[in-house]
């Protein structure tokens, strides 16, 4: 390292900081949801901001161009062999998470039902704030430890199997489908108000999930067709610790495992990742007022309104999958290169993972904080829940956090992308170039996430 | 590590390619950086020598991009100040 990259890299820090602070000072009041603050500075200035920093970082990326430098912080690994124990803890794991399956379901159909169910009802709570914002929150900033934990698969385990092959033409292509159409469920029945519903899409899911096992091997359905463990896998890559093959674990920097060549391997992944941003996306936009006035306008117009959900997560995904392939497709125009627009696509695609990661953490954290109270003292007597449950009462600025949990996915997001560049092209200033297009989608996706976080919240119609 | 990149070269173009690997490469300058990057160990003398050259020339290029890159910086940096100074109220008034 010479002096003059040092002075390179101070620099950078120097500006994204300013950016960043910035960002936050127009983020002023931009609270997420519920608190609809006014902010300080029009909207289309604050999300130009969002989409200014993170084209200023990739701007900023570019000066990076010691290829020793990029390497070592990605290889930087620290390894516990502590696979003996991992596998006696698992078993512990698998065993407790059964039960606690087992607990949600009877809750889910015999617990407090009610107009007030939400906050009285365990199965409901520990779905959802604890598994859903808080769970799913660990897997990426920690690690995945859904193998360990995954009720479905320690059943599967004891249960016998009669080892159909499994067509592999279909690769991937059934977990995109069960992801979005899990999403879709989520979004147009009451899961979140309704115990016993939510009970049965449970032993509905496991019902399915069992017999997949059981037909094709417990290995082959989790690795490859069960959507919920293949999003905590792809999540699981973002976060610091991993395990590595010989079953131990390895302490990395965050993100610095997404530039692994073989991590997606084929368009049926590809189309998984962009499914996993595109359902969290579209999780976030049903719950802004515009998209409560678009519906009314769209089913005035004389849309069943049945179609209206579903047609437009598919046609979302349609767009952001296009979006994407667009974006491979140019990529080997900028960067002059003989490379397939699909292989680029393929090691490009996990850098969208923290993106995803960080509107999840953007969404689910003030959710999640202000109802651990009401899931702590629901678990207390899960029977007999308190009447009036604490809620906590998020301050002003934690509106300021979600925001600078989306940036900061991003600019993880524009390294990552960085540094798989690098590793596949052999000119650096070809690897600066590949990724043109990729910074110009991740801008416009940047604008319309602050956008979705930062809007008045509404609730979705006909639903 | 290798890793193998599907590849596809438009029917009127012939490219450089490694011969280590077979990669069509869009010129000499990427072939031999792309030899010095993966293929090291295979490599005699004088390729080292050719890669340390093309690393060195590449390197005077990245200055000149660098350059460009901090202009156009510059220039989100003070676009968004003016535009800041524009937008929002002052609070002295």
Same mark, same amino acid.
């Given at each position: 390292?010479?002096?003059?990259?040092?002075?390179?890299?101070?620099?950078?820090?120097?500006?994204?900081?300013?950016?960043?602070?910035?960002?936050?000072?127009?983020?002023? !009041?931009?609270?997420?949801?519920?608190?609809?603050?006014?902010?300080?500075?029009?909207?289309?200035?604050?999300?130009?901001?969002?989409?200014?920093?993170?084209?200023?970082? @990739?701007?900023?990326?570019?000066?990076?161009?010691?290829?020793?430098?990029?390497?070592?912080?990605?290889?930087?690994?620290?390894?516990?062999?502590?696979?003996?124990?991992?596998?006696?803890?698992?078993?512990?794991?698998?065993?407790?998470?059964?039960?606690?399956?087992?607990? %949600?379901?009877?809750?889910?159909? @015999?617990?407090?039902?009610?107009?007030?169910?939400?906050?009285?009802?365990?199965?409901?709570? /520990?779905?959802?704030?604890?598994?859903?914002? =808080?769970?799913?929150?660990?897997?990426?900033?920690?690690?995945?430890?859904?193998?360990?934990?995954?009720?479905?698969?320690? %059943?599967?385990?004891?249960?016998?199997?009669?080892?159909?092959?499994?067509?592999?033409?279909?690769?991937?292509?059934?977990?995109?489908?069960?992801? *979005?159409?899990?999403?879709?469920?989520?979004?147009?029945?009451?899961?979140?108000?309704?115990?016993?519903?939510?009970?049965?899409? %449970?032993?509905?899911?496991?019902?399915?999930?069992?017999?997949?096992?059981?037909?094709?091997?417990?290995?082959?359905?989790?690795?490859?067709?069960?959507?919920?463990?293949?999003?905590?896998?792809?999540?699981?890559?973002?976060?610091?610790?991993?395990?590595? $093959?010989?079953?131990?674990? $390895?302490?990395?920097?965050?993100?610095?495992?997404?530039?692994?060549?073989?991590?997606?391997?084929?368009?049926? $992944?590809?189309?998984?990742? /962009?499914?996993?941003?595109?359902?969290?996306?579209?999780?976030?936009?049903?719950?802004?007022?515009?998209? $409560?006035?678009?519906?009314?306008?769209?089913?005035?117009?004389?849309?069943?309104?049945?179609?209206?959900?579903?047609?437009?997560?598919?046609?979302?995904? =349609?767009?952001?999958?296009?979006?994407?392939?667009?974006?491979?497709?140019?990529?080997?125009?900028?960067?002059?290169?003989?490379?397939? #627009? +699909?292989?680029?696509?393929?090691?490009?695609?996990?850098?969208?993972?923290? %993106?995803?990661?960080?509107?999840?953490?953007?969404?689910?954290? =003030?959710?999640?904080?202000?109802?651990?109270?009401?899931?702590?003292?629901?678990? +207390?007597? &899960?029977?007999?829940? #308190?009447?009036?449950?604490?809620?906590?009462?998020? #301050?002003?600025? @934690?509106?300021?956090?979600?925001?600078?949990?989306? *940036?900061?996915?991003?600019?993880?997001?524009?390294?990552?992308?960085?540094?798989?560049?690098?590793?596949?092209? &052999?000119?650096?200033? +070809?690897?600066?170039?590949? +990724?043109?297009?990729?910074?110009?989608?991740?801008?416009?996706?940047?604008?319309?996430?602050?956008?979705?976080?930062?809007?008045?919240? !509404?609730?979705?119609? @006909?639903? | 590590?290798?890793?193998?990149?599907?590849?596809?070269?438009?029917?009127?173009?012939?490219?450089?390619?490694?011969?280590?690997?077979?990669?069509?490469?869009?010129?000499?300058?990427?072939?031999?950086?792309?030899?010095?990057?993966?293929?090291?160990?295979?490599?005699?003398?004088?390729?080292?020598?050719?890669?340390?050259?093309?690393?060195?020339?590449?390197?005077?290029?990245?200055?000149?991009?660098?350059?460009?890159?901090?202009?156009?910086?510059?220039?989100?940096?003070?676009?968004?100040?003016?535009?800041?100074?524009?937008?929002?109220?002052?609070?002295?008034?």
């Amino acid at each position: 390292m010479s002096d003059q990259s040092h002075r390179y890299r101070r620099l950078a820090v120097a500006l994204v900081g300013t950016l960043l602070l910035a960002a936050r000072a127009a983020a002023h !009041g931009g609270a997420l949801r519920a608190s609809a603050g006014s902010l300080s500075v029009p909207t289309w200035l604050f999300l130009l901001t969002g989409g200014g920093v993170v084209g200023a970082s @990739f701007l900023l990326a570019s000066f990076v161009t010691d290829r020793a430098f990029v390497r070592s912080i990605h290889d930087w690994h620290r390894t516990a062999a502590v696979d003996s124990v991992l596998n006696v803890g698992a078993k512990l794991t698998r065993a407790l998470s059964v039960v606690v399956l087992a607990g %949600i379901v009877a809750i889910g159909l @015999f617990g407090p039902d009610g107009p007030d169910a939400a906050f009285r009802n365990a199965a409901i709570l /520990v779905v959802w704030v604890g598994w859903w914002a =808080g769970y799913v929150a660990t897997v990426y900033l920690v690690g995945n430890s859904w193998p360990a934990v995954n009720p479905w698969r320690a %059943i599967a385990d004891v249960l016998p199997s009669f080892g159909f092959d499994y067509p592999e033409k279909l690769g991937a292509w059934p977990s995109v489908v069960g992801l *979005l159409a899990l999403v879709w469920v989520e979004v147009v029945s009451p899961l979140a108000d309704d115990p016993a519903l939510l009970a049965l899409v %449970i032993l509905g899911y496991s019902a399915f999930t069992l017999s997949g096992a059981l037909l094709f091997g417990t290995d082959t359905w989790f690795e490859t067709v069960d959507p919920v463990s293949r999003v905590f896998s792809y999540y699981g890559r973002v976060a610091p610790v991993q395990r590595t $093959e010989e079953g131990n674990l $390895e302490l990395r920097l965050p993100g610095a495992a997404l530039t692994e060549p073989k991590l997606v391997d084929g368009a049926d $992944e590809v189309a998984f990742v /962009v499914a996993l941003l595109w359902v969290t996306t579209y999780d976030g936009l049903v719950g802004t007022g515009a998209w $409560e006035t678009f519906a009314r306008t769209v089913v005035g117009a004389g849309v069943p309104a049945v179609l209206l959900y579903p047609t437009v997560l598919l046609v979302g995904f =349609g767009l952001f999958w296009g979006a994407y392939r667009l974006a491979a497709r140019y990529s080997r125009k900028t960067a002059e290169t003989y490379l397939t #627009p +699909q292989a680029i696509g393929r090691r490009l695609a996990p850098s969208l993972l923290p %993106i995803a990661a960080g509107y999840h953490l953007a969404h689910f954290l =003030g959710y999640f904080i202000s109802l651990s109270p009401v899931l702590v003292g629901v678990l +207390q007597n &899960p029977m007999v829940p #308190p009447i009036n449950p604490v809620v906590i009462v998020l #301050p002003a600025w @934690f509106g300021m956090l979600a925001v600078t949990f989306v *940036l900061v996915g991003h600019l993880l997001a524009v390294w990552v992308a960085h540094a798989t560049a690098y590793d596949v092209f &052999p000119g650096r200033l +070809q690897a600066v170039r590949s +990724q043109y297009p990729f910074v110009v989608v991740m801008v416009l996706y940047t604008m319309t996430s602050l956008w979705i976080v930062s809007t008045p919240s !509404g609730s979705p119609p @006909f639903v | 590590m290798q890793v193998q990149y599907d590849t596809d070269v438009p029917a009127d173009e012939t490219p450089s390619s490694c011969p280590y690997c077979q990669r069509p490469l869009g010129s000499e300058e990427l072939v031999a950086l792309h030899k010095g990057l993966d293929h090291w160990e295979r490599l005699d003398d004088e390729e080292r020598e050719t890669f340390y050259d093309a690393y060195e020339d590449e390197s005077e290029d990245l200055r000149t991009f660098r350059l460009k890159m901090l202009g156009i910086l510059m220039l989100v940096y003070f676009g968004f100040l003016f535009t800041y100074s524009y937008f929002s109220a002052n609070p002295f008034m």
